[in-house]
Structures are given as C-alpha cells and as structure tokens.
T-cell receptor
Framework: KNQVEQSPQSLIILEGKNCTLQ??????????LRWYKQDTGRGPVSLTI?????NTKSNGRYTATLDADTKQSSLHITASQLSDSASYIC????????????FGPGTSLSVIP | NAGVMQNPRHLVRRRGQEARLRCSPM?????VYWYRQLPEEGLKFMVY????????ESGMPKERFSAEFPKEGPSILRIQQVVRGDSAAYFC??????????FGPGTRLTVT
C-alpha cells in the first residue's frame, strides 16, 4: 500500500532556531515530492518540488532534501520566524496514468517567541 | 489571474440537510480535485475530475456524496443527508495538466 509518513507529529521551537522535518514514503513508482505549508484555516501552499533526480531544493529559508534510494525527504527551516507556525505536509506523486497524489499527515510546527 | 475560489467559506447545515460546495478552478485549469480534512488530521483525497468526467472517485464515500465538473460553471461537491461526521474542511485544488495542484481556501462545513 502506498504511504507517506511524517515525523515528528508536532514540534515546538523558539524563534530564530532551526528545525528539520522528516518524510518517509513507499510510493512506487515515484514521480515527484512536494512540501506544502498549510496555515491554520487556509489551503496548502507549495514550498518546494523535487523530482527523482534532484537531491536538494531551496526556497528562501526552506531547504528540502530527497534521497530516492531510501525514499526519505526532509524539510529544513533555518532562522525560524513566528510566521513559520503552520502544518507542513509532504506530498508524493506516483507515476500513474493520472496525477494522483498521496498526502502525508503533516507536521504541526509552532514557533514561539 | 484569480486563484482557486471556493464558496461558501463557511457552511452550517442541520443533520439530514444537503450541502453543496462550489469550486471555481484557476483560469485555464481543467483538472479539479476535492479533499477532506477532519480536525487535527491530514488531507484525504476524495475525487479527481476533468471537465465533464470523473477520473478517480476512490476516496469518495459510496453513499450521499457526489461530485461534478460541468462543461460550464464551477465544480460541485454535494453531500446529501449530512451527518455530524461530515463536519470538516473541504478543499478544492486545480491544475492545468499533470502538474502542481493549486489549492483553494477551503469550505468549512459544520453539521449541527
């Protein structure tokens, strides 16, 4: 069964600190992996996308890594800000005849002053 | 280019009533997806539609739920005879082809 798992389930960090969120997946064959940020009460917004051949992708203070061999991805946030408080969702797209995607359960990040 | 529009943003229904959720995809997008998010849970795929066709409804409950994406007008997710367990946020996303999905703000359904 195709699955996407994320850890930790929730995380609290102090403003200015760094953190790393993990995503493990078993989706196969694999097309791409995205990290989304979902603010409370809003729809998800894409942060990064990586294909099979890409190892790392940055978007400002967000850096995503991908190891397609071990089927693991991480999202690193540097110098966290209060506005980073949100749910971060790992989404994996399989290589099927249509673009069905598998959502992870998300990691809830709280940045406190 | 306006983003994905969903309305209403908030919907309150009594048990047994019908709920109709609307989604207008981004201009030029012919693929629409509906997701449900229960409180404190992740998004769950419900249905994938292209204009006038349901491509994948494997995430849709077999009864009371239906979706359409007519040639003209928004996509509609219809829930008949709502129950308290239907209370959730319903998100719509759209994409032009097999590419990134852009999400709408969601409709929060409360069943009393």
């Amino acid at each position: 069964k195709n699955q996407v798992e994320q850890s930790p389930q929730s995380l609290i960090i102090l403003e200015g600190k760094n953190c790393t969120l993990q995503c493990n997946y078993t989706v196969s064959p694999f097309s791409n992996l995205r990290w989304y940020k979902q603010d409370t009460g809003r729809g998800p917004v894409s942060l990064t996308i990586m294909t099979f051949s890409e190892n790392t992708k940055s978007n400002g203070r967000y850096t995503a890594t991908l190891d397609a061999d071990t089927k693991q991805s991480s999202l690193h946030i540097t110098a966290s800000q209060l506005s980073d408080s949100a749910s971060y969702i790992c989404v994996v797209r399989g290589k099927t005849s249509y673009d069905k995607v598998i959502f992870g359960p998300g990691t809830s990040l709280s940045v406190i002053p | 280019n306006a983003g994905v529009m969903q309305n209403p943003r908030h919907l309150v229904r009594r048990r047994g009533q019908e709920a109709r959720l609307r989604c207008s995809p981004m201009k030029g997008h012919s693929h629409v997806y509906w997701y449900r998010q229960l409180p404190e849970e992740g998004l769950k795929f419900m249905v994938y539609l292209q204009k006038e066709n349901i491509i994948d409804e494997s995430g849709m409950p077999k009864e009371r739920f239906s979706a359409e994406f007519p040639k003209e007008g928004p996509s509609i997710l219809r829930i008949q005879q709502v129950v308290r367990g239907d209370s959730a946020a319903y998100f719509c996303a759209s994409s032009p082809q097999e590419s990134e999905q852009y999400f709408g703000p969601g409709t929060r359904l409360t069943v009393t």
